[in-house]
């Protein structure tokens, strides 16, 4: 091969590689890999595990990135957790914190310790926690495909004789910078009856989900340029609501037009608690399971419509308070 098509068949091959990936569960593992292919692989205890253990670990993509870890130890009675000892294999590191962050280098000890082991003990003297290694090579397989590593020096499951310069780069973030939005005016807040009667006419499914009579939450933001954004409740669950917003001239007619934001895969985003500052309107949904995990969007007001910033989501709901959320899609503001 030509040093001409060496430089570019990684070129080539990132091409073929999904921009985006999906979240995938193994067992007891999960792994997500956002839009610029960074993949996050999180693992728990057991199913039928007691107390709540979680790691996460972190690779960049492109040739030369590491491998980086986060360990989050949590007490189900909320008592304080002591130092702990970590065994896994023939490892055993003392003086571990509950939420521990391993560097690169200790990263890749822990990950080699872990591979041809069942399960990672932990305790501080009083209690033990259990971390599951099932699903484990198969979550470093996934994110070695992910990332065009399979046969190269640096896989993580399944490594080779391929150089680091075989591994095809990290795409660039999309550029997604919030336009600067003007404070409320004095006359703002007496609009907004108005404009949801408007609202109501042309658009009645919020109404016929969640009447006037149940006193929905509403709310106005000053978007620039003669604009607003209207947001409405229309569904009420026992922890969490559903929003719809709109964007709408500021003088009569008060033309209107459904805000539309949109998921990773271009379609029409839930919006769950939904909130809006700073240009940048936001939804978390929680999933409901143990420790409330869920996932979250953010998308930025551009000055003519809302694109995805940011979205991340916590698969496994396993007793850590908020879960292990995993990166989905990533922008860059400059």
């Known amino acids: 091969m030509t040093i001409k098509h060496a430089a570019i068949a990684p070129l080539l091959l990132a091409l073929a590689l999904p921009a985006w990936a999906r979240v995938y569960t193994f067992k007891d593992w999960a792994v997500a890999c956002d839009n610029i292919r960074r993949c996050q692989a999180s693992g728990s205890q057991a199913e039928d595990g007691d107390n709540p253990v979680a790691l996460l670990l972190t690779r960049a993509a492109g040739p030369g990135s590491a491998?980086?870890?986060?360990?989050?130890?949590?007490?189900?009675?909320?008592?304080?957790?002591?130092?702990?000892?970590?065994?896994?294999?023939?490892?055993?590191?003392?003086?571990?914190?509950?939420?521990?962050?391993?560097?690169?280098?200790?990263?890749?000890?822990?990950?080699?310790?872990?591979?041809?082991?069942?399960?990672?003990?932990?305790?501080?003297?009083?209690?033990?926690?259990?971390?599951?290694?099932?699903?484990?090579?198969?979550?470093?397989?996934?994110?070695?495909?992910?990332?065009?590593?399979?046969?190269?020096?640096?896989?993580?499951?399944?490594?080779?004789?391929?150089?680091?310069?075989?591994?095809?780069?990290?795409?660039?973030?999309?550029?997604?910078?919030?336009?600067?939005?003007p404070a409320a005016r004095p006359g703002d807040k007496a609009l907004l009856p108005a404009l949801l009667q408007r609202l109501k006419a042309a658009d009645a499914t919020c109404w016929d989900e969640q009447p006037d009579a149940e006193q929905p939450d509403a709310e106005l933001h000053r978007l620039g340029a003669g604009q607003l954004l209207v947001l409405r409740e229309c569904g009420r669950a026992a922890y969490q609501s559903n929003y719809k917003a709109w964007i709408v001239d500021d003088k009569p007619p008060f033309r209107s037009r459904a805000a539309m934001p949109r998921d990773e895969d271009g379609k029409d985003a839930l919006l769950i608690g939904a909130a809006f500052e700073r240009g940048v309107l936001s939804s978390y949904a929680k999933g409901r399971g143990i420790g409330d995990c869920g996932g979250g969007a953010s998308w930025a007001w551009t000055g003519g419509d809302f694109q995805l910033m940011s979205a991340e989501e916590a698969p496994q709901c396993r007793g850590i308070p908020g879960g292990v959320p995993l990166r989905t899609w990533v922008s860059r503001q400059h």
């Open 67 to 181: 491998m980086a870890g986060r360990l989050s130890v949590a007490d189900p009675d909320d008592g304080k957790i002591g130092a702990l000892t970590l065994r896994v294999g023939k490892l055993k590191w003392t003086d571990i914190a509950p939420d521990q962050a391993f560097a690169p280098a200790r990263a890749a000890l822990l990950l080699a310790a872990m591979r041809d082991a069942d399960a990672m003990a932990l305790d501080d003297g009083r209690r033990r926690w259990t971390l599951s290694l099932a699903g484990l090579k198969a979550a470093l397989l996934k994110i070695d495909e992910i990332q065009g590593r399979i046969g190269t020096r640096g896989a993580l499951a399944r490594p080779g004789d391929k150089p680091e310069s075989a591994v095809p780069p990290a795409p660039t973030a999309p550029l997604v910078a919030p336009a600067a939005t």
